[in-house]
């Protein structure tokens, strides 16, 4: 098999690839074209720079993918609209979001102070140890007492003492002793 | 000279055959510029979007095209390519009340080349077919040695193309899938035009090597 000759006059040789792969500059391209007038050593080797990005080329685009080009601007301009239905419903949904969170804040806030005031103190609320559970803490070490004793009042006076302060505090509201 | 029309105004304007007529009366069959256009969409004209999205379609879908490994999935990609320019431009509105001429174009390309690499990165593919792997059906008679020897020739050339670094491909292929120019090869890959041809040409004397008979 005989090679392609790509080269004849080499000051042209980039041009010959250039313009066989894309566009040129309007001055290469009428220079180039001047010169290929005259020379059809570069003609033909012109031919075999097309033959090579032919080579390298895809295959022109199936009837399949011509009928989804044909659908693009109508599916794309559908895309856009739900894309800014979404932008535009957001804001709505964040708040509605924080007001949820803010109505479960604000119950959470408040069931303490129900509590306080006679009620039935929250299920999440600490509970005072049984006096089992009590026992159990006592047989425990040294260290764990002390664990104990710093998280917890010594004596009821400390409860109603600090139930002030505790007051309104649900997170850390430590329930009925009695 | 491998000519492709990437630029075809009018291909499928939402509203039908009428409305694409009377459409095309108004912005003079693609006279009108991209960002014109763009102005026009985004005060409201639903079908200036149509327009735009008909002028680019073919070069975002040739440009996407080597990276999917279904071709179903060129037009999925496109889609996500104008929506994400789209995206960039009205940004670019909000924060410069206005977009330089081209630069839309210029968005687009380079959005299209990085929605098409990320999909390569997550499937690990990247097409090498050339245009006549499905069109060249082995065949017997006087021409089958000249099909027989661009058979070879083409399994050169794709044995070369594998070889290329990755620079040197894309600048290859953005000339011949999309046909840019040097300079929008540079501004898609954010290198200069110059380093562009540089890029280019070194891949194309391995391609011409290989086309010549030397392995890749």
Not at chain 2, 117 to 125: L, S, T
């Amino acid at each position: 098999m005989s090679a392609p000759n790509f080269t004849h006059c080499a000051e042209m040789e980039a041009l010959l690839a250039e313009r066989a792969s894309g566009p040129l500059e309007a001055a290469d391209a009428a220079a180039l074209s001047r010169h290929l007038l005259g020379c059809a050593p570069c003609q033909a080797a012109a031919g075999h720079w097309e033959t090579l990005f032919s080579l390298v080329a895809l295959a022109p685009p199936t009837l399949k993918e011509e009928a989804a080009l044909r659908d693009l601007p109508a599916r794309t301009l559908l895309a856009w609209r739900l894309r800014e239905d979404r932008f535009r419903r957001l804001p709505a949904l964040v708040a509605a979001g924080l007001l949820a969170a803010a109505a479960v804040v604000f119950v959470l806030w408040h069931s303490p102070q129900q509590a306080v005031g006679g009620s039935a103190p929250l299920a999440m609320a600490v509970e005072t140890p049984s006096a089992a559970e009590a026992e159990w803490t006592l047989d425990g070490t040294s260290s764990e007492l002390d664990d104990v004793d710093a998280a917890e009042p010594a004596s009821e006076d400390a409860t109603l003492d600090d139930g002030l302060a505790l007051e309104g505090d649900g997170a850390f509201f430590l329930g009925d002793s009695g | 000279m491998l000519a492709r029309a990437m630029t075809e105004p009018g291909d499928a304007v939402p509203g039908g055959r009428r409305a694409q007529r009377a459409w095309t009366l108004i912005t003079g069959g693609g006279g009108v510029s991209d960002e014109a256009l763009l102005a026009d969409f985004f005060a409201g004209n639903s079908r200036a979007f149509g327009e735009l999205v008909s002028r680019h379609q073919r070069l975002v879908h040739a440009l996407v095209r080597r990276y999917v490994s279904r071709p179903e999935d060129a037009a999925d990609l496109a889609q996500a390519a104008f929506l994400r320019a789209f995206a960039a431009v009205r940004r670019s509105l909000g924060r410069q009340g206005g977009t330089q001429t081209g630069l839309f174009r210029a968005w687009l390309v380079r959005i299209a080349v990085n929605v098409g690499k990320n999909h390569a990165r997550d499937i690990g593919r990247w097409r090498f077919e050339s245009a006549e792997v499905l069109a060249e059906a082995p065949a017997a008679g006087p021409d089958a040695v000249a099909l027989l020897e661009r058979a070879e020739q083409r399994r050169r050339v794709r044995a070369a193309m594998a070889c290329l670094s990755a620079r040197q491909r894309e600048v290859v292929t953005l000339r011949v899938d999309g046909g840019l120019a040097f300079k929008e090869v540079a501004a898609a890959l954010r290198i200069t035009e110059n380093n562009a041809k540089v890029h280019f040409h070194h891949a194309v004397r391995r391609l011409k090597a290989a086309m010549e008979g030397e392995e890749g």
